[in-house]
């Protein structure tokens, strides 16, 4: 299974959230922090706010926080609404598709891929919190 980079995206500005609950962080530091483009990452941003994931605050002071405690944020509903498509490969054009074991597979490995991820919050990925913001103000600097 490959994640596109929208969803990596997507999880990186989560974790750096979290880390910096305690105020408003702007999208430019962010993208200095992991060293990638501010346009693309704005994209980003913005359908975590859709998805309802970050808050945005106005203003000259504003930026983006989390809109949830990270225990409530899921990792595997994060990577199923940034997800265009999460089907591993299109079985429907193929000729041996009615016959062939390989769907029933890949099927279950995708749902086995997603029940870990299901498993885990925003606040099990940040068990080393003190440790995660210390390298991430690192790429601010």
Same mark, same amino acid.
């Given at each position: 299974? %490959?994640?596109?980079? =929208?969803? /990596?995206?997507?999880? *990186? $500005?989560?974790? =750096?959230?979290?880390? %910096? #609950? !305690?105020?408003?962080?702007? $999208?430019?530091?962010?993208? *200095?922090? =992991? /060293?990638?483009?501010?346009? %693309?990452?704005? +994209? $980003?941003? %913005?359908?975590?706010?859709? @998805? &309802?994931? $970050?808050?945005?605050? *106005?203003?000259?002071?504003? &930026?983006?926080?989390? @809109?949830?405690?990270? #225990? !409530?944020?899921?990792?595997? @509903?994060?990577?199923?609404?940034? !997800?265009?498509?999460?089907?591993?490969?299109?079985?429907?054009?193929?000729?041996?598709?009615?016959?062939?074991?390989?769907?029933?597979?890949?099927? +279950?490995?995708?749902?086995?891929?997603?029940?870990?991820? /299901?498993?885990?919050?925003?606040?099990?990925?940040? +068990?080393?919190?003190? +440790?995660? @913001? *210390?390298?991430?103000?690192?790429?601010?600097?």
């Amino acid at each position: 299974m %490959h994640l596109t980079r =929208y969803t /990596d995206y997507s999880l *990186r $500005v989560l974790l =750096y959230l979290g880390t %910096h #609950e !305690e105020r408003v962080c702007s $999208v430019s530091e962010i993208a *200095r922090a =992991y /060293d990638i483009s501010q346009n %693309h990452l704005m +994209k $980003v941003v %913005h359908n975590l706010g859709r @998805a &309802g994931y $970050v808050s945005s605050v *106005r203003g000259r002071l504003g &930026g983006v926080r989390l @809109a949830q405690a990270c #225990e !409530e944020i899921n990792i595997g @509903a994060v990577v199923r609404s940034m !997800e265009e498509d999460l089907q591993l490969v299109d079985c429907g054009s193929c000729l041996i598709a009615p016959a062939c074991g390989l769907t029933g597979a890949l099927n +279950k490995a995708l749902y086995a891929f997603m029940t870990v991820l /299901d498993g885990y919050t925003l606040a099990d990925l940040m +068990k080393q919190r003190g +440790k995660l @913001a *210390r390298l991430l103000d690192l790429g601010v600097a």
